[in-house]
């Protein structure tokens, strides 16, 4: 049976009731859209940091085994050299990454005290439902035939379908308890450009391809290192990680 609540996870009882007879908890709740961080930061802030905060104390006061947090490519900011390897330092340079390293530090301390903490930090992830993100905007545009807008002509993301995610939270959850942060991506970087070229292609859009300069808030190049991730949670990701962008449009 599934028990699912509505909630708010800034709100401590509500939060510490859900917790209540677990064995494992996934925090996946978050503001986790970079721009609209960047726009409401004490938002970002209160959801983020204080609400993982409370999960993390929930948990830990309901006698929960394990805990498996989902972090961020975003904790690097603007890495030196790709691919990133997660022993990289991380330098967030928007609010929503900055939450994201606040999380992962309150998930290292909640470990010091007994809770067995498993960190993935995911790269883009794309799948059904998704919103407000590069893949579900850039479509919307070709579908209106609007243009599609670029924001920085060498940006480069890594992206990975959401059942690579789904499964690597699964081990990470059942599995033997992993200490250390784990990217979870596909290993392989898509120029913006390249995207945005293949979806127009893919839905037969009139729609043109403007490009335009970075946003400052931005991370313009990331590609995961995900070696640690193949050797300990067993993940496999196919040669082309746009291989289900077809599953979007």
Known sequence: SVDFRRADIRDRTVVADAALGCAIVFHLAAQSNVMGAVADSGYAFSTNVVGTHNVLEAAAAAGVKRLVFTSSREVYGDP????VRETAPLRAKN????SKVAGEVYCRLAAQQGLETAVLRL?????????DRVIPLFAAAAAASEPITVFGSQKILDFVWIDTVVDALI?????????????????K??????LARRIA?????????EVTEEREQEVGRFV????RARRLLGIQEPEDP???LPKML
Not at 189 to 194: E, L, M, S
Not at 202 to 208: D, G, Q, V
């Open 80 to 83: 030196k050299t790709i691919p």
């Open 95 to 98: 609010a929503y990454g900055a």
């Open 123 to 131: 790269a883009n992830v794309y799948g059904p439902g998704d919103r």
């Open 171 to 187: 081990r990470a959850g059942f599995g033997r308890y992993i200490h250390g942060p784990m990217n979870v991506g596909s290993g």
């Open 189 to 194: 970087g898509t120029t913006v450009v390249d």
């Open 201 to 209: 292609k893919l839905t037969e859009s009139s729609s043109k391809i």
């Open 224 to 227: 995961a290192d995900i070696t």
């Open 242 to 244: 746009l291989w289900a």
